[in-house]
């Protein structure tokens, strides 16, 4: 696939949209023979201002394991971002046309007491406005050693908390 390939498709997906707000998925780590090795349910709060999406992960693995991570992620260009977070090696590139995005970024993982780097092509499959499909592909010395799967439900947004404008923008509700 090439970003190129949804050209006019939609619904349009824009990260800072979708993102803003409370989002959750569920999802698993399936390595390289098709194995199932973990499961997990991320929540995420996105905070968008101006041109920078930031969002707070929390993960819950099944076997008990929690997991926290932040993403600053901003718009250069229309269709085109850069992204960071504290276990990522550089940045990562983005790019959105029509429904889909193509994210990718060199991640590390604690693997045996060690750090180990991978490379990640990370596709986003916008299918409605609240559903958003993710499919990760994890490489290392260029071969493929695992998927992350990722289905994201946005969550309604809680009365009196937060509002979302059509653009997308996170406003904080007066207190």
């Known amino acids: ?4 390939d949804f050209e006019g498709s939609g619904p349009a997906f824009l990260p800072e949209t979708f993102f803003a707000g409370r989002t959750r ?8 023979f098709g194995r199932i090795r973990r499961e997990f349910r991320v929540d995420i ?8 999406l930031t969002l707070e992960e929390e993960f819950f693995y099944k076997d008990g394991e ?24 550089g940045v990562a590139a983005g790019v959105a046309v029509g429904r889909a995005a193509q994210w ?9 007491g060690s750090r180990w780097s991978f490379a990640v092509d990370d596709w986003m ?4 406005e609240g559903t958003l499909l993710n499919r990760s592909t994890f490489s290392k010395f260029g071969i493929e050693v695992g998927q992350a799967v990722i289905v994201f439900h946005k ?21």
Do not use: K, N
Not at 66 to 89: F, K, N
Not at 104 to 112: A, D, K, V
């Open 104 to 112: 990718r970024y060199t991640f590390t993982l604690p693997i045996g």
């Open 66 to 89: 929690r997991e926290r991570r932040s993403w600053t992620i901003r718009r250069v260009a229309p269709g085109r971002y850069e992204g960071r977070a504290s276990d990522l090696v």
């Open 45 to 52: 709060v996105g905070r968008v201002e101006g041109d920078t």
């Open 25 to 32: 998925g569920h999802g698993f780590f399936q390595d390289r």
């Open 155 to 175: 969550l309604p947004v809680e009365a009196g908390r937060a509002s979302v404008t059509a653009e997308g923008a996170l406003l904080a509700a007066a207190e």
């Open 125 to 128: 499959l916008l299918q409605d």
């Open 1 to 4: 696939m090439r970003p190129e």
